[in-house]
């Protein structure tokens, strides 16, 4: 059900009931297998990402494994988080903040990233949305100057606490 609300009841919510029935059926369609949830999986809800798809949320999926090889344990198992990547104009948001736990917001790292960033944190503030968020972002990009920036952005004007992770 928070899958379908998060991609609006596309085709797409097929495949995490696949990931948590079963794995080798996934495998086979050329997904990659993940943990059942009822074996201590977690759910991160991602804002920001251009869309929904299973490309889009692989992103966040590597960035979950690059942390867990510089030894960040919160982190886990990378392949036990289930990525749910939903629109900032969402409906649902205000719900889904008060349901989930996890979010993270994608930040790019293009020319408009902070232009975007900024215009998404606002929408989160405005929608009712989470008060904290991680930054997840593409491998490399360092906590100097855009990260840092946003994450002042979020607590000064928005009042929302943008945990940033890079080094």
């Known amino acids: 059900m928070l899958v379908e609300l998060a991609t609006g009841n596309k085709a797409e919510n097929v495949r995490p009931k ?7 059926g ?11 949830l009822s074996r201590g999986g977690r759910t991160l809800m991602v804002l920001g990402l251009p869309g929904t798809a ?7 999926s590597e ?6 090889h510089e030894g960040r344990h919160w982190v886990g198992d990378p ?3 289930r990525i749910v990547a939903l629109s900032i104009s969402s409906p649902h948001l205000s719900l889904l903040a008060a349901q989930q736990s996890q979010w993270a917001l994608w930040i790019d790292d293009d020319l408009e990233a902070f232009r975007r960033g900024y215009r998404m944190l606002k929408q989160i503030s ?12 593409p491998p490399g990009v360092g906590r100097q100057g ?17 945990l940033v992770l890079a080094r």
């Open 126 to 137: 405005e929608q009712g949305g989470p008060r904290r968020l991680i930054a997840v972002h």
């Open 18 to 24: 696949q990931a948590s029935g079963q794995a080798a």
């Open 79 to 81: 392949r036990a988080w």
């Open 146 to 162: 855009l990260l840092s920036n946003l994450q002042y952005v979020a607590e000064a004007y928005f009042d929302i606490e943008l």
């Open 54 to 60: 299973e490309r889009h949320t692989a992103r966040v």
């Open 63 to 68: 960035l979950l494994e690059s942390w867990a």
């Open 26 to 36: 996934a495998k086979a369609a050329g997904e990659l297998p993940r943990s059942p």
